[in-house]
């Protein structure tokens, strides 16, 4: 797998505004197969400092809606601005419960790590995140899970590392499957090839989170945890 696009990103900039692994990597590999074209609009769903849509923006020329709950729409704005993206991303702060968009409004709708926050349900693709999307429009989302379910055996050595709260957002390929399946066709699913690389990158930052998850990586070892990568066309017909 040959990804470089993200490479040619500043370092620094990157680094700064990092949230997790390395999400323009991740998200280079997740839209490697989908037919992103100029002017598209595009929903970039929780994209935390707008790494993601900056990246949208610059390598396929699409109309980015930069919707995020945690981060302001000034700060993200500032970011674009720095990036002479300005005219090319709206910055957005909502929850994703609450989208203020038309129905068949987006093109494709990009989640990068933020998805199963919201997402790991039987309602909010249907309810929430397919009447969005425009007829046999473009779904790309990618999001931490596990290589098996553990939730009914959870290891020992994992424990001190896998919070409570968040575990129940982390599923294998198996069970996130189903919550898609019979909306969409075209569905593709897998485990994501850039996980080392994306990960590397993040604990290698000085950020006090990415300086406690190197013990949950090492803990770890490549045995439980994956990114599971989702593409699919939606039809609303």
């Not at 419960?97 to 926050?117: G, N, R, T």
């Not at 994501?192 to 990415?210: G, H, I, Q, R, V």
Request: glycine share 4%; aromatic share 14%; charged share 25%.
């Amino acid at each position: 797998m040959n990804l470089y696009k993200a490479d040619k990103y500043d370092k620094n900039f990157l680094h700064k505004n990092m949230m997790g692994p390395n999400s323009m990597l991740i998200l280079e590999e997740l839209v490697q197969d989908v037919e992103l074209k100029p002017n598209m609009r595009v929903l970039d769903l929780g994209c935390g400092n707008g790494l993601t849509s900056i990246f949208l923006a610059k390598e396929f020329g699409v109309k980015v809606f930069a919707l995020d709950l945690w981060i302001s729409a000034t700060d993200n704005y500032k970011r674009f601005q720095e990036m002479g993206l300005e005219d090319s991303i709206i910055p957005i702060h909502a929850d994703a419960l609450d989208m203020p968009f038309a129905e068949k409004y987006f093109d494709a709708i990009i989640s990068v790590d933020s998805y199963h926050y919201v997402g790991n349900n039987d309602t909010f693709f249907p309810e929430k995140i397919k009447p969005l999307i425009k007829d046999n429009g473009l779904l790309a989302i990618t999001f931490p899970g596990m290589k098996f379910e553990v939730h009914n055996n959870i290891p020992e050595k994992m424990k001190p590392y896998w919070d409570e709260e968040a575990l129940p957002m982390w599923h294998s390929i198996s069970w996130w499957k189903p919550k898609f399946e019979k909306f969409v066709s075209d569905l593709k699913i897998w485990e994501m090839k850039c996980f080392n690389k994306a990960w590397e990158e993040w604990l290698s930052t000085d950020n006090p989170y990415a300086i406690e998850d190197r013990a949950l990586i090492e803990a770890d070892n490549g045995e439980y945890m994956n990114l599971v990568g989702i593409t699919a066309k939606v039809s609303n017909k």
